[in-house]
């Protein structure tokens, strides 16, 4: 099981969780959508997921308020949406699709 978790991304796992994220989802703040992806976005991933690089300028998130009714008297009045950057997305996605290999391994049904 640990060989698997430890072995490097490959960029066919970036394109299927691009196809998993679907073109339809809310807007990033970034303005990138899921369904494109080229060769200097996908060498980028490849060096994210693989340890080659650092996440620190993409790991972020806009935390928005959004007015549910009306009414701005209290906090539950507004619904919290946090806005994530496509790039982190799709890197969680990735990482989110290895573990699912494995779960079933490390968390007993009882």
């Given at each position: 099981?640990?060989?698997?978790?430890?072995?490097?991304?490959?960029?066919?796992?970036?394109?299927?969780?691009?196809?998993?994220?679907?073109?339809?989802?809310?807007?990033?703040?970034?303005?990138?959508?899921?369904?494109?992806?080229?060769?200097?976005?996908s060498k980028f991933y490849l060096?994210?997921?693989?340890?080659?690089?650092?996440?620190?300028?993409?790991?972020?998130?806009?935390?928005?308020?959004?007015?549910?009714?009306?009414?701005?008297?209290?906090?539950?009045?507004?619904?919290?949406?946090?806005?994530c950057s496509m790039l982190y997305?799709?890197?969680?996605?990735?990482?989110?699709?290895?573990?699912?290999?494995?779960?079933?391994?490390?968390?007993?049904?009882?």
């Amino acid at each position: 099981m640990n060989e698997v978790l430890m072995e490097d991304f490959k960029e066919e796992e970036i394109k299927k969780a691009m196809k998993e994220m679907g073109s339809t989802k809310a807007p990033r703040y970034d303005g990138f959508p899921a369904h494109i992806i080229g060769t200097n976005i996908s060498k980028f991933y490849l060096k994210a997921l693989n340890r080659v690089i650092s996440l620190n300028e993409i790991n972020f998130t806009k935390i928005i308020l959004i007015l549910k009714n009306n009414s701005a008297n209290v906090m539950t009045a507004f619904c919290l949406i946090s806005l994530c950057s496509m790039l982190y997305k799709i890197i969680s996605k990735v990482i989110a699709n290895c573990l699912k290999m494995v779960l079933d391994d490390c968390i007993n049904e009882t």
